[in-house]
Every structure is written in C-alpha cells, then in structure tokens.
C-alpha cells in the first residue's frame, strides 16, 4: 500500500527533546521530508533527507533514517512553543512524478 | 522572492456550482503540483503539471476535476459542480525545474467549503 505511518500526537515540555516518528513504504524511495503545519497554514518544508544518507543536521532539527526497517525520525532540540505545529512525514518514490505521499500528521504539543 | 501564492484563501460554493483554484509559483519554478487536505488528514497528491503540459494526473478524480498550467499566468484547479465533499484544503506546491521535483514549497492553500 501507500500509507506513511505516523503516531497522531505527541506532548513534550518546553525545553525537552521532541522526537517525532515515521515508517514508511517503499525501500526504493529516493527522498524523505518533515513539513510543518502550524493551524490554518501552509505547509512549511523543514528538511530533507536523500535515502544514501543516514542522518542529516539542521540547528535545533536532527532527521535519522534507517532504511532497513524504513524508519525515519525528526528530533527536535530545545523545543519551543513556537513549535507547536503539525509535522508531516512524506516520501518520494523513484520516478519521474513529482508526487510526495504523506503521512496523517503528528500533533506536537508544548507544554510552557 | 515572494513564495507561492494562492487565492483566493477561503471559497465557500453552494451545491452544483463551479470553484475555481488558482496558483501562481514561485518565480523561476517551473513545476506545479495539487493536494488535497481532507480534514484531519494528510495532503493527498491529485496533479502534477509543467506549462500547459499534465505530467501525472494519477490523484485526480476521473470526473469534475480539471488542472492547467498554461503558457501565462496562473495554474487553475477547476472543480465544477461541487458536492459536500469536496470540501477541503487544497495545497499547490511548486519546485524548479533544476530540482527533479523533489524539493516542493508549498503555497498556503485555499479552503474550499460547499454549502
């Protein structure tokens, strides 16, 4: 099937790691991405990761891949209450369509 | 640079009408892709298009539902005689033409509510 898996919420205190989980489909996918959503927005495109990488770092936002269990993760350090938001795991499959599957969205909750 | 623009952001129709989606990409980007946003839900993919060529329709609904991209202006997503559950999000996405389609921006979308 197509189905990206996400676990629907998570609440954390401001100041602890996040750590946001997704598992994948397909093995073959070329490229992995976390989007945020904050309520009544657009998506926000945080980062991605291409499937030869394990892990990739922006500032506060570590993404961890393990291809071999299709499992990537979205660590976010120090986190804010600005960071509140709905985050989207998506992959993109090795073809020539520019077709991004998503997962349903983790709701990030943080405590002050 | 301005980012991707949709508009307009909220459009309520009544039953039967027709509702008309536009998407201006960001400057330079050549490829535009539609989404939809169900609620509580993830986007789903509907179309992605290049100017006034429809790269992969896969997503999209087989009737009512029509996407372009012409040579000027806007992408239009038309969407004629709307029933309740068409109501949604839609998302347009844009990506430039160095990028292989995988590096999308995402515009805020236009929410569509059928009475």
């Known amino acids: 099937g197509e189905d990206v898996e996400q676990s629907l919420f998570l609440s954390v205190r401001e100041g602890d790691s996040s750590v946001i989980n997704c598992t994948y489909t397909?093995?073959?996918?070329?490229?992995l991405y976390w989007y945020k959503q904050e309520p009544g927005a657009g998506l926000q495109l945080l980062t991605y990761i291409f499937s030869n990488m394990d892990m990739k770092q922006d500032q506060r936002l570590t993404v961890l891949l393990n291809k071999k269990d299709k499992h990537l993760s979205l660590r976010i350090a120090d986190t804010q209450t600005g960071d509140s938001a709905i985050y989207f795991c998506?992959?993109?499959?090795?073809?020539?369509?520019?077709?991004?599957?998503f997962g349903q969205g983790t709701t990030l909750q943080v405590k002050p | 640079n301005a980012g991707v623009m949709q508009n307009p952001r909220h459009l309520v129709r009544r039953r039967g009408q027709e509702a008309r989606l536009r998407c201006s990409p960001m400057?330079?980007?050549?490829?535009v892709y539609w989404y939809r946003q169900l609620p509580e839900e993830g986007l789903k993919f509907m179309v992605y298009?290049?100017?006034?060529?429809?790269?992969?329709e896969s997503g999209m609904p087989k009737e009512r539902f029509s996407a372009e991209f012409p040579k000027e202006g806007p992408s239009i997503l038309r969407i004629q005689q709307v029933v309740r559950g068409d109501s949604a999000a839609y998302f347009c996405?844009?990506?430039?033409?160095?990028?292989?389609?995988?590096?999308?921006?995402f515009g805020p979308g236009t929410r569509l509510t059928v009475t």
């Open positions: 996405a844009s990506s430039p033409p160095s990028r292989g389609a995988y590096e999308q921006y």
């Open positions: 998506a992959e993109k499959k090795p073809s020539n369509t520019g077709k991004l599957i």
């Open positions: 397909d093995s073959s996918s070329t490229y």
């Open positions: 400057k330079g980007h050549s490829h």
């Open positions: 298009l290049q100017k006034e060529n429809i790269i992969d």
